[in-house]
């Protein structure tokens, strides 16, 4: 089993920036590949980006390209997910999943853990 907690979120004006953390504790001496998701009110729960266990290979969807940079401290066992440039349609709720393995995915349905997530919000 591996426990994810997120943290880092907040309540920012437009144009700001947030760093979320997402820390593994548990079973986490196995390679993991990480992904950030995002649910706003009445929606789905989506992809933000994603990260194999090097850290080399990445993912982001469309919406978050250029703004958004994924990254891992395997040492510290700890995803960050850096959001810059935020825009009000970036409210959501955020939370990290993790996959057992080297690969890296974008769909929810391919994750085994879940964080509880933390709230961003972005006014205008």
């Known amino acids: 089993q591996v426990q994810l907690v997120e943290s880092g979120g907040g309540l920012v004006q437009a144009g700001a920036s947030l760093r979320l953390s997402c820390a593994a504790s548990g079973r986490t001496s196995s390679s993991y590949g990480m992904g950030w998701f995002r649910q706003a009110p009445g929606k789905e729960r989506d992809i933000v980006a994603a990260?194999?266990?090097?850290?080399?290979?990445?993912y982001y969807a469309d919406s978050v390209k250029g703004r958004f940079t994924i990254s891992r401290d395997n040492a510290k066992y700890t995803v960050y997910l850096q959001m810059n440039s935020l825009k009000p349609e970036d409210t959501a709720v955020y939370c990290c999943?993790?996959?057992?393995?080297?690969?890296?995915?974008?769909?929810?349905?391919?994750?085994?853990?879940w964080g509880q997530g933390t709230q961003v919000t972005v006014s205008s």
């Open positions: 999943a993790a996959r057992k393995g080297v690969g890296i995915w974008a769909s929810r349905v391919e994750y085994d853990y």
């Open positions: 990260i194999d266990w090097t850290g080399r290979n990445t």
